[in-house]
């Protein structure tokens, strides 16, 4: 009988066009991370990053050019290895994902 007096869960807010063109801009780009995770062969394979997990990244600027791809490996992990591939340099200001660029390259 409780279940019967649950408030109705709220409609969802209908997005913007800028909403949606990030929403589809994000999806492209985790969909290219999730492929170059997958692209050496899957969790076990020869050239996987065992005992870490399998990840992939990928490093755009605003206007949507891909600068940089990384996968994890046995010794690097895939945010840094997406930075070696863009050619730039970034001190990591914590442990995980977050970095501040040096290079022109990805602050404009």
């Known amino acids: 009988a409780e279940e ?3 408030p109705e869960p709220p ?3 209908e997005l913007t066009e800028e909403e949606k063109a990030e929403k589809e801009r994000d999806t492209k780009y985790m969909q290219m991370a999730i492929q170059q995770a997958n692209s ?3 969790e076990r ?3 996987s990053p065992f005992p870490k997990p399998i990840v992939g990244a ?3 600027t605003p206007d ?3 600068i940089g791809k990384g996968r994890a490996s046995y010794k690097k992990d895939a945010v840094r290895a997406a930075i070696a591939d863009a050619g730039v340099v970034a001190t990591p ?3 995980w994902c977050v970095t501040w660029p040096h290079d022109e390259k990805l602050r404009k």
Do not use: K, M, S, T
């Open 40 to 42: 050496r062969g899957g």
């Open 45 to 47: 394979g020869a050239r």
């Open 4 to 6: 019967d007096n649950a």
């Open 64 to 66: 949507g050019r891909i």
């Open 11 to 13: 409609e969802p807010a």
């Open 58 to 60: 990928v490093i755009a």
């Open 93 to 95: 200001l914590r442990e």
